[in-house]
């Protein structure tokens, strides 16, 4: 299943990939935490359990991933493409067709947190 959040940022895709670090991934969502990272991988906990996280830059920002999530959990956060080019879209997808409620309600929450991060540092 796929969800997307588009926030009414304007920025550039440098501009994400620079901000949005495990430096302060704690500031930006408060669904997660970071135990530990080093270069492009973190441990974090949060409201599914502990995970590895492995940040990507990529073309139009940057992409999460949780190594061990059962449901192959991943997230973009980009600018510059359509249907949105000039305001930053926030992807994530599972590797289910169907979900039930709660889980869906979590990853909603979970995108309401990084929207809200999101908008409260890139607004500054």
């Not at 408060?30 to 135990?35: D, L, P, T, V, Y």
């Not at 709660?102 to 995108?111: G, K, L, N, Q, V």
């Amino acid at each position: 299943m796929e969800f997307f959040k588009i926030i009414n940022v304007r920025t550039t895709a440098d501009q994400i990939q620079k901000i949005i670090n495990f430096d302060n991934l704690d500031n930006l969502c408060e669904s997660i935490f970071i135990m530990d990272y080093n270069d492009n991988i973190a441990n974090i906990g949060g409201i599914w359990g502990d995970f590895s996280l492995q940040k990507d830059l990529i073309n139009g920002g940057i992409r999460f991933s949780l190594l061990e999530c059962p449901n192959a959990l991943t997230f973009t956060i980009t600018t510059g493409y359509p249907s949105e080019p000039k305001q930053i879209i926030f992807h994530l997808n599972v590797n289910r067709t169907e979900l039930k409620p709660m889980f869906i309600d979590e990853i909603e929450e979970f995108i309401n947190d990084w929207k809200t991060g999101i908008e409260k540092r890139f607004n500054i």
